[in-house]
């Protein structure tokens, strides 16, 4: 059994100085209304005000007992409805690696923007479009480097979303290189039990991945019954990776350097049955926006509500009000001499 508001349950301790009242005064009226009697019909006349009495006491004290539990909203056992859902759960994948700083994206030639802004921006239209925004959209945020980490969990809450999007950086994971695998694998894993919601997988990335095997993970998606949409974030010329300082990363042999690996992208769409797109097309963001309605879904599941059982405890303090006043009439009635 629960109860709706049980600081309510307190108002039966009223019960209390009810019963030792009835019982207190019970004797002393007992022994003046035998006073009183005849000789005759003491006796009688005793034994029948206090069993009406009694009864009036205890009808009373379970009438307050009885209105305090219904006044708490008791309930137990649970109803099973079929419900018609149309929900979508997004899970943003996320590479947060050195070489998503490398700035070669869009913007004036003199200052590009770097992979990871891109695709931020991009992330945060599909977030504040008509389906991202609209009601049963929920999104999860994983940032993928040498590790994974998930960010932000499932959720309708897109004010945290957009707040652990701004924060998504190669600092917030210490573990170097990327593991495209690992990000994946934490993606797909914070998606809901439930079944009913449509389910879509975006991956951001360069392509540049240092270990783990992505392939693997992208098998596994078809089980998980979402469509996997690879993005590509970068462009086709290999450009200097900045380091921690700013300054270009150099490597054991020199400079670092990186590319978008189209190829190798695609062919991660293709194995998962999915889509690529780049994010320097013009219609990235539309592109995204459409997957995204794509994947809504619609479907029937079982929703469980406890049944309220506050009617039964209100009929029952009903019928001991009114036994603790016909009790009480008929004391009265048996004390007359």
Not at 47 to 64: K, N, Y
Not at 144 to 159: C, N
């Amino acid at each position: 059994m629960s109860f709706a508001r049980p600081e309510l349950l307190a108002l039966s301790l009223l019960a209390l100085p009810e019963l030792l009242l009835g019982l207190r005064r019970a004797p002393a009226f007992r022994a003046s209304l035998e006073a009183l009697a005849g000789p005759r019909s003491r006796s009688g006349a005793g034994r029948s005000f206090a069993a009406f009495s009694l009864a009036s006491t205890l009808a009373a004290v379970l009438f307050v007992v009885s209105a305090a539990i219904a006044l708490a909203g008791p309930s137990w056992g649970a109803r099973g409805a079929v419900a018609e859902r149309r929900g979508l759960e997004a899970s943003v994948v996320l590479d947060v690696s050195r070489s998503m700083e490398a700035r070669d994206m869009g913007g004036r030639k003199s200052m590009p923007e770097s992979r990871l802004d891109a695709a931020k921006s991009l992330v945060s239209s599909l977030l504040r479009g008509p389906i991202g925004s609209g009601d049963g959209a929920a999104f999860s945020l994983v940032a993928a480097k040498g590790a994974a980490v998930l960010l932000v969990p499932m959720t309708e809450d897109h004010f945290a979303f957009e707040d652990a999007l701004a924060y998504a950086n190669p600092d917030a994971i210490s573990t170097p290189g990327t593991d495209l695998e690992d990000g994946l694998r934490a993606g797909l894993a914070s998606f809901s039990a439930s079944g009913a919601q449509g389910r879509v997988l975006f991956l951001f990335t360069d392509g540049g991945e240092l270990s783990g095997s992505a392939r693997r993970a992208c098998q596994e998606v078809a089980s998980y019954r979402a469509r996997l949409v690879v993005v590509g974030v970068g462009g086709s010329r290999p450009v200097p990776v900045p380091g921690p300082d700013g300054l270009p990363l150099v490597g054991a042999k020199g400079p670092v350097r990186s590319a978008l690996d189209a190829s190798v992208l695609k062919a991660l769409a293709a194995l998962a049955g999915g889509r690529y797109i780049d994010a320097s097309d013009a219609g990235a963001g539309a592109f995204l926006s459409a997957e995204l309605a794509a994947s809504v879904g619609r479907g029937r599941s079982i929703e469980y509500e406890a049944l309220d059982r506050s009617g039964i405890f209100a009929l029952s303090a009903l019928a001991f009000l009114v036994a603790a006043i016909l009790a009480s009439m008929l004391s009265r009635r048996g004390a007359r001499p």
